[in-house]
């Protein structure tokens, strides 16, 4: 079972750059979106069910902003909205999907903003989080987390950690809570097969940022440890031009 997860930065401004061709080629079981940008209404019906594909969207009040859309071949379970709080599901930042197997829940987390304004609610959204993660395993389900968790975890994961450490999205509080995620027993699913530097998925839109490798790995998918049996493999795909990220790719085994 193949998952693509990529924060596609405008959904609409994604499709003038090729999405649907990609989409096509990847022949995905799933692909998760994040920062669509749109109202599903907003755009047209190829976009809105790529390929045929089952469309789930859970988009921000407010117009242009943030925004997640999931597109399955399989129909899910169930489909799940938020998390359950009102100031962070009104940006539309959460889709749970239940497919039996796995729960699969596409998210994207806030930006911690420079002079870290909003870093009080990025961290309240990172523990409603783990809850609801938290949540699922106890009633015994299987969690595949994915998405922009708008964290670089360790020095590892980008480019110039020293010269980082004080900006949004290295931050110490940051960092910390995904200690604490992996604590409760996750795994870092492209750690799971490539430890090596260097291995980016978001870089700045300066000039020649992307072409020297610049950048800092804030896209994930992470599983709970139960579910770490079925992991098959785990990569990047930062040839995939359109967006300031990358698509990250996880296969499953059957």
């Not at 993660?133 to 015994?140: D, F, S, W």
């Amino acid at each position: 079972m193949k998952l693509i997860s990529w924060n596609v930065n405008g959904i609409r401004a994604a499709e003038r750059k090729g999405f649907l061709k990609w989409f096509e080629a990847q022949n995905a079981d799933v692909v998760c979106v994040q920062e669509t940008k749109a109202q599903p209404e907003q755009v047209d019906l190829f976009l809105r069910n790529p390929g045929g594909a089952h469309s789930f969207w859970h988009s921000a009040q407010k117009p242009g902003y943030s925004g997640v859309a999931v597109f399955s071949k399989q129909e899910p379970l169930s489909v799940r909205e938020g998390l359950g709080v009102a100031e962070i599901d009104q940006e539309g930042r959460v889709l749970e999907l239940d497919f039996g197997s796995f729960v699969l829940i596409n998210a994207y987390f806030p930006n911690s903003q420079r002079e870290h304004t909003r870093l009080p609610y990025k961290i309240s959204f990172c523990q409603a989080m783990l809850t609801r993660t938290e949540k699922l395993r106890a009633a015994g389900k299987n969690v595949v987390l994915c998405g922009d968790l708008n964290i670089a975890h360790r020095e590892i994961d980008l480019r110039n950690p020293k010269e980082n450490k004080d900006n949004a999205g290295f931050l110490p509080e940051e960092r910390a809570w995904l200690d604490q995620f992996e604590k409760a027993g996750y795994l870092d699913t492209f750690r799971q097969f490539e430890k090596s530097g260097g291995h980016y998925t978001w870089w700045s839109n300066r000039p020649g940022v992307r072409e020297r490798n610049i950048g800092w790995r804030l896209d994930y998918f992470w599983v709970n440890q139960e579910f770490g049996d079925r992991l098959h493999r785990a990569r990047h795909q930062p040839e995939v031009l359109g967006s300031d990220h990358c698509p990250v790719v996880l296969e499953l085994k059957d």
